[in-house]
């Protein structure tokens, strides 16, 4: 079995309003920082997984992202993939 | 009714589930059961609510993790047969996480967790949850929630419109949900969702008694 250290990052669909993102991007210009043009939130989240090969375990991660770590409807995913 | 009972469903983290089930009880005469998350058994109950809260703490997005409980991996069946299920604010989001309802709930437009009494217009009387039927078309129910904003694409919306499923409207939209849409049901009318809060508008000690029609009408076959 091989390991592998899975970052997989979630974002909210750029057509989707970031209410959050707003409210730290104006933080942001009020602590003084210039030329900021966007500020949009979105998740990292860390798996360490095991699995017979990469492809078995980006099939793993793949259903995890749909089913679960993002909800497609207003997030997009990706990830990185590193054997430990 | 006397043998009818409704299926109050208990997550960690639900908070409106004892609003409910005095409501029901206590309003309108309506048997109640508590059922725990992990029950599947869904045999002895006649509708089910999934009330409102913050099911898993709200942990990823709401009703994310809700979704993957037995009992909701029990209520495709008891969807299916036709017998009745309604969301309350959390309770919807779940449904919408589960895929029983299209589109999704997110962050309110304005970041604040609103809790206000809102006028509603009655859209659709499908699955016959309200009653529009007289004059009475806009209704008064209280909301409590930060991340009600419904989104779908525009495929979506095109069909919710099509085929009446919008149920209720907000006149003033306070949180950014698209075409103001405040609950939705099903095709087949069985399932509702909605973000206002009709178990906390059935006294007129506590304000109201437009929430009365809706869960009323969870007996109806």
Same mark, same amino acid.
């Given at each position: 079995?091989?390991?592998?250290?899975?970052?997989?990052?979630?974002?909210?669909?750029?057509?989707?309003?970031?209410?959050?993102?707003?409210?730290?991007?104006?933080?942001?210009?009020?602590?003084?920082?210039?030329?900021?043009?966007?500020l949009?939130?979105?998740?990292?989240?860390?798996?360490?997984?095991?699995?017979?090969?990469?492809?078995?375990?980006?099939?793993?991660?793949?259903?995890?992202?749909?089913?679960?770590?993002?909800?497609?409807?207003?997030?997009?995913?990706?990830?990185?993939?590193?054997?430990? | 009714?006397?043998?009818?009972?409704?299926?109050?469903?208990?997550?960690?983290?639900?908070? &409106?589930?004892?609003?409910?089930?005095?409501?029901?009880?206590?309003?309108? /005469?309506?048997?109640?059961? +508590?059922?725990?998350?992990?029950?599947?058994?869904?045999?002895?109950?006649?509708?089910?609510?999934?009330? @409102? %809260?913050?099911? +898993?703490?709200d942990?990823?997005?709401?009703?994310?993790?809700?979704?993957?409980?037995?009992?909701?991996?029990?209520?495709?069946?008891?969807?299916?047969?036709? $017998?009745?299920?309604?969301?309350? &604010?959390?309770?919807?989001?779940?449904?919408? #996480?589960? %895929?029983?309802?299209?589109?999704?709930?997110?962050?309110?437009?304005?970041l604040?967790?609103? &809790?206000?009494?809102?006028?509603?217009?009655?859209?659709?009387? $499908?699955?016959?949850?309200?009653?529009?039927?007289?004059? $009475? =078309?806009?209704? =008064?129910?209280?909301?409590? !929630?930060?991340?009600?904003? +419904?989104?779908?694409?525009?495929?979506?919306?095109?069909?919710l419109? /099509?085929?009446?499923?919008?149920?209720?409207?907000?006149?003033?939209?306070?949180?950014?949900?698209?075409?103001?849409?405040?609950?939705?049901?099903? #095709?087949?009318?069985?399932?509702?969702?909605?973000?206002? !809060?009709? #178990?906390?508008? &059935?006294? #007129?000690?506590? %304000?109201?008694?437009? @929430?009365l029609?809706?869960?009323?009408s969870?007996?109806? $076959?």
């Amino acid at each position: 079995m091989d390991q592998f250290a899975v970052k997989v990052f979630v974002r909210l669909r750029p057509s989707v309003l970031d209410p959050a993102g707003e409210a730290t991007k104006s933080a942001s210009i009020k602590l003084g920082a210039e030329g900021i043009k966007s500020l949009r939130i979105g998740k990292m989240i860390e798996v360490k997984i095991e699995g017979n090969g990469e492809n078995e375990v980006r099939e793993k991660i793949d259903l995890l992202c749909d089913r679960l770590f993002a909800n497609t409807i207003i997030e997009d995913y990706e990830y990185s993939l590193e054997k430990l | 009714m006397d043998n009818f009972v409704v299926g109050v469903v208990v997550f960690p983290g639900s908070n &409106c589930d004892r609003d409910v089930s005095w409501a029901l009880e206590g309003c309108l /005469d309506i048997r109640t059961k +508590y059922l725990w998350h992990e029950s599947s058994d869904l045999s002895d109950v006649d509708a089910i609510v999934l009330p @409102g %809260g913050f099911s +898993y703490g709200d942990y990823l997005r709401c009703g994310a993790i809700a979704r993957f409980s037995p009992l909701i991996n029990a209520l495709d069946e008891f969807v299916t047969s036709g $017998k009745r299920v309604l969301g309350i &604010c959390n309770g919807f989001q779940i449904l919408t #996480e589960s %895929g029983f309802l299209p589109g999704v709930l997110t962050a309110n437009k304005n970041l604040n967790f609103i &809790c206000d009494d809102v006028e509603l217009d009655i859209v659709s009387s $499908k699955g016959g949850w309200f009653n529009n039927e007289d004059e $009475k =078309k806009t209704i =008064k129910l209280p909301i409590a !929630h930060g991340e009600g904003r +419904y989104h779908c694409d525009s495929d979506t919306l095109k069909k919710l419109v /099509d085929n009446e499923l919008i149920a209720l409207r907000y006149k003033n939209n306070p949180n950014g949900s698209a075409f103001d849409i405040a609950g939705i049901t099903n #095709e087949k009318g069985n399932v509702l969702g909605l973000m206002p !809060h009709p #178990e906390r508008a &059935c006294d #007129e000690a506590i %304000g109201g008694t437009d @929430g009365l029609f809706t869960l009323k009408s969870l007996i109806l $076959k």
